[in-house]
């Protein structure tokens, strides 16, 4: 890791947040309670603002909103034609909206808890307009196009399918891309024709507020779209075990996810959708340039400081070219610039928040404890903010803990393998299932062991591509169903059958 960036002077917000209240029927107001609780800045720890703490009573008052504006109001009432439109930013709404509001993130970056905050300061313009806007330029493109069937039935009978929305959409996100899962979450519903509650994470509340306003201003009903800010045990579970609430949505971690899924079961039995953790394995293969596979595995596991469901956080090599790899690992790590994610040139900024942060060194303690070598890093970096040293561990055997469980920080683990069978096995035998990613030039090698992963997404010499066409989730216990492309509409539709005789009786 680079020290060469100063952190020592972290940008303080000098302008006010804009937008901290909930977000109920189409207006920002206060909690029920009154209260408010921080949210704080990673890189210094300081308060940016304090934000309407939601609670039960509040997630009522969104629910009744979003009942209203789906019983009654225009939302799923609108053709598909208006709807595409209003999707489309009244003629390229929501589009342009999903712009403005990442050129003022551009703007004002300091005093917004955003995404981008967390992620690749330098890369921004191009993952901006890719990550984010592309999801509701795509979800509009379906709106349209959202049909049922007619199907032949035996007997004399009309048979037609019609794909409904669900109604009122309950959806929890986390804080590692809080722009990203609002749009994950929010385009495929309103696509859709559902209206949302949506809960932000209680660390990242500011941007989904922000995106929103625009929304609102892009001609969005009221009621359509209510942001509840809040903790998970209150107004997570509140929403969650709803009675009102026909779907629920949740990304987060797979001990949350348990939860949930009990809640709703409890409650009024609304699906489910979840996304939950992750312990991918990046298989380095005997054929592969090492070069290139050492850059592809530190991007697969370092990106957004770690903190990705997905992370190739089970870097395994082929022992072959297990020495010349290591070397470049450690390299790529030592080299990495870690520091203020505002300046020019920060690869990797602060962890989300103190919890974190001590869980990821909890974590490089127990790596060195059980035997691992570490070869840099595995301490804090700097004195102030979440910051810690990119670091990488060697020689990481199946059955340690750092193997095991999701660290979710700039952690690499890099395990050695023979030959493909043994692999294969290894790779899958992880409570997990969310991604795996192979490095290989060879076709064979590549077919053997797409087939063979069991992962919801496999990514061969690439990793973490998310176009908006492209299905996302996990198998076992990395969540229940698809995000994003034609499979992310199913969570939001119902399904119903009518059958009219072809001769009244
Ligand atoms: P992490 O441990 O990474 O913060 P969580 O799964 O706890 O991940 O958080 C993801 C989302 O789930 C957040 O919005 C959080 O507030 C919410 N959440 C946490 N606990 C609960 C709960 N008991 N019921 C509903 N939502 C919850």
Known sequence: ??????????????????????????????????????????????VIAHVAEGDSEDV??????????????????MTAYVTTLHLRLKDQGYFCALLICLKNIMMKLQHLRLGIMESHMNRL???KYQWLCVFFRYYAGWADKIHGLTVPADGEHHVQILHEPFGVAGQIIPWNFPLLMFAWKVAPALACGNTIVLKTAEQTPLSALYAAKLFLE??????????????GPTAGAALSSHMDVDK??????????????QLAAKSNLKPVTLELGGKSPFIVCEDADVEKAAELAHFALFFNQGQCCCAGSRTFVHERIYDQFLEKAKALAVNRVVGDPFKAGIQQGPQ???EQFEKILRYIRVGVDSGATLETGGERFGSTGYYVQPTVFSNVQDDMLIAKEEIFGPVQSILKFKDLGDVVRRANTTRYGL????????????????RALR????????????DAAIPFGGYKMSGQGREKGIYGLNSYLQVKAVVTPLKNP
């Open 1 to 46: 890791y680079s020290t060469s960036a100063a952190i020592e002077e972290p940008l303080t917000p000098s302008v006010k947040v804009d937008y901290t209240q909930l977000l109920i029927n189409g207006k920002f107001v206060d909690s029920a309670s009154g209260k408010t609780f921080p949210t704080l800045d990673p890189r210094t720890g300081n």
């Open 60 to 77: 009522d008052r969104a629910v009744a909103a979003a009942r209203k504006a789906f019983d009654e109001g225009p939302w799923p009432k």
């Open 125 to 127: 313009p191009k993952l």
């Open 218 to 231: 892009a001609g969005l009903p009221p009621g359509v779209l209510n942001i509840i800010s809040g903790f």
């Open 248 to 261: 629920l949505a949740f990304t987060g971690s797979t001990d949350t996810g348990k939860i949930v899924l």
């Open 352 to 354: 989300i928040d103190t």
């Open 435 to 450: 991604a795996a990613g192979v490095f290989t030039q060879n076709i064979d090698t590549a077919n053997t062991l797409t």
């Open 455 to 466: 992962a919801g997404t496999v990514w061969v010499n690439c990793f973490d591509v998310f």
